[in-house]
């Protein structure tokens, strides 16, 4: 074998190798990346969990009346509740954020240990407190303090849930019924979409046939059973006559669709957290 062939030789196993390495740092790439992925998928389930605990839980919907009850009907309610105020709500989110940070901490220490990297726990906490402070508290300012960014998920990922998974069909045909003209609608659940907290009784009341078919859904009105006080007033008890209120019902399903759009806000808020605290560490 002369030098050429000996120069040659050296030449292809060296490019051989190369290209054996690349492929290897691209397998672990790979690896790395679904196992990044599930690391996330298990961060949104967290995320999903204590926002729910957190800020929906049973005692919610009691204040959400009460405060209905204050606002529109002038009237006092029986269930011991008071509005929520700045300083609880700003509690609860400043709680709720540190939980957020301790579940991205978490998961980035186990996912640097899990494919062989040792964990500088100071540098992590660091990069996390500095990219997750701004990151999760702002979207936390903007979707507390402009319901209308809600919207985006509620009429979506909400209103999927809760027409796929919860009663919306058989609650809203028993809450509405059509007035004397054409029945445009076949399936009442689409009035889910305009019901909001900030709305829901004020929209309902305006869905009164006394009012001539006020709200967007022409010939589509409450039924007067569910109002009392000679129809001035909503009926927002849980029960009548032992039976579920829709009124109350439609509330419950029209909470966990605002439940779903700030959870999926701050999942992703998180996970654009996560990804941006790994690169820096």
């Not at 508290?137 to 209103?159: D, Q, S």
């Not at 069909?169 to 009035?191: C, H, M, P, R, W």
């Not at 569910?226 to 007033?233: A, C, D, I, V």
């Not at 439609?250 to 439940?259: A, G, P, T």
């Amino acid at each position: 074998m002369n030098t050429e062939q000996v120069q040659n030789y050296k030449k292809n196993t060296k490019r051989y190798v190369n290209r054996a390495l690349k492929n290897v740092n691209k397998s672990d790439s790979n690896i790395q990346s679904i196992i990044f992925m599930c690391f996330g998928l298990v961060v949104i389930f967290l995320v999903f969990f204590f926002v729910n605990w957190v800020n929906y839980g049973d005692s919610h919907i009691k204040d959400v009346i009460s405060l209905y009850n204050n606002l529109f009907f002038n009237k006092e309610s029986n269930n011991n509740t008071k509005e929520v105020s700045y300083t609880d709500r700003f509690g609860w989110s400043l709680g709720l954020l540190g939980i957020i940070l301790i579940i991205l901490f978490g998961a980035l220490l186990v996912f640097q240990m899990s494919i062989g990297e040792t964990p500088d726990m100071a540098s992590l906490a660091w990069s996390l407190t500095r990219v997750g402070l701004p990151i999760i508290g702002f979207t936390m300012i903007v979707i507390y303090n402009l319901p209308l960014m809600l919207r985006a998920f509620e009429n979506t990922f909400g209103y999927t849930w809760i027409s796929v998974f919860r009663n919306l069909q058989t609650t809203a045909n028993a809450l509405f019924e059509k007035g004397d003209g054409v029945d445009l609608y076949n399936d009442y659940s689409v009035i889910a979409t305009q019901l909001y907290e900030e709305n829901y009784p004020a929209y309902l009341m305006s869905m009164r046939k006394e009012n001539n078919g006020i709200s967007r859904f022409k010939d589509v009105f409450l039924k007067s059973e569910y109002l009392t006080n000679s129809g001035s007033n909503l009926n927002l008890m849980p029960k009548i006559n032992e039976k579920p209120n829709p009124v109350y019902e439609m509330l419950k399903l029209v909470v966990e669709k605002r439940y779903i759009s700030e959870a999926s806000w701050l999942s992703l808020a998180a996970l654009l957290t996560m990804y941006s605290t790994y690169l820096l560490i």
